[in-house]
T-cell receptor, first 117, second 113 residues
Framework: GAVVSQHPSWVICKSGTSVKIECRSL??????MFWYRQFPKQSLMLMAT?????????EQGVEKDKFLINHASLTLSTLTVTSAHPEDSSFYIC?????????????FGAGTRLSVL | GDSVTQMEGPVTLSEEAFLTINCTYT??????LFWYVQYPGEGLQLLLK?????DKGSNKGFEATYRKETTSFHLEKGSVQVSDSAVYFC????????????FGKGTRLHILP
């Protein structure tokens, strides 16, 4: 089946620095990618939807200037957490959807655990 | 707003035991319902789904029936195996709201040999 690779799987950074997380669709072209965040013992919460070549659509309450999303190609989307703070520590998960498929057919990355010191 | 509530884990069972993971939902209209599974070190995978009331989704020995009267979609398996150890997420998608999946918190399942 389709594979989505997410990198890195775990990152530790100092407060105030920026961290970039990559999400790649390895064997299909993903016109739409999604970024989720999961706090311990909480649900996955959709942060934003990105379509290749256009600006991301952010969910209510998600700061677009803090969580920069770039989807410059059909196989790569990046999430940059700018000026990270300890409260940004969380598990970030991306997913990708093939064009023409229904919304339940999303292929998920294994996630990135971000720890901000 | 729409939401999904599933039983908290971890759930620990012996191999060959019967499994039930409860899931209930709150939603307007007629959502589609899903179970996703996340094995250690891997991304979430769609396990099964049901798109309308009384539909039964099934896959790999797992089953779940869309019960509109009780707004539930409980996951069941008659005889679990060690390889079923994973985190299971119940989820819904509204038919009129493209792409947005509403997830439950996940239930971690441990199967002991």
């Amino acid at each position: 089946g389709a594979v989505v690779s997410q990198h890195p799987s775990w990152v530790i950074c100092k407060s105030g620095t920026s961290v970039k997380i990559e999400c790649r669709s390895l064997d299909f072209q993903a016109t739409t990618m999604f970024w989720y965040r999961q706090f311990p013992k909480q649900s996955l919460m959709l942060m934003a939807t990105s379509n290749e070549g256009s600006k991301a659509t952010y969910e209510q309450g998600v700061e677009k200037d803090k969580f920069l999303i770039n989807h410059a190609s059909l196989t790569l989307s990046t999430l940059t957490v700018t000026s990270a703070h300890p409260e940004d520590s969380s598990f970030y998960i991306c997913s990708a959807r093939e064009p023409g498929t229904t919304s339940d057919i999303q292929y998920f990355g294994a996630g990135t655990r971000l720890s901000v010191l | 707003g729409d939401s999904v509530t599933q039983m908290e884990g971890p759930v620990t069972l012996s191999e060959e035991a019967f499994l039930t993971i409860n899931c209930t939902y709150t939603a307007t209209g007629y959502p589609s319902l899903f179970w996703y599974v996340q094995y250690p070190g891997e991304g979430l995978q769609l396990l099964l789904k049901a798109t309308k009331a009384d539909d039964k989704g099934s896959n790999k020995g797992f089953e779940a029936t869309y019960r509109k009267e009780t707004t539930s979609f409980h996951l069941e398996k008659g005889s679990v195996q060690v390889s079923d150890s994973a985190v299971y997420f119940c989820a819904l998608v509204q038919g009129n709201r493209d792409d947005k999946i509403i997830f439950g918190k996940g239930t971690r399942l441990h199967i002991l040999p």
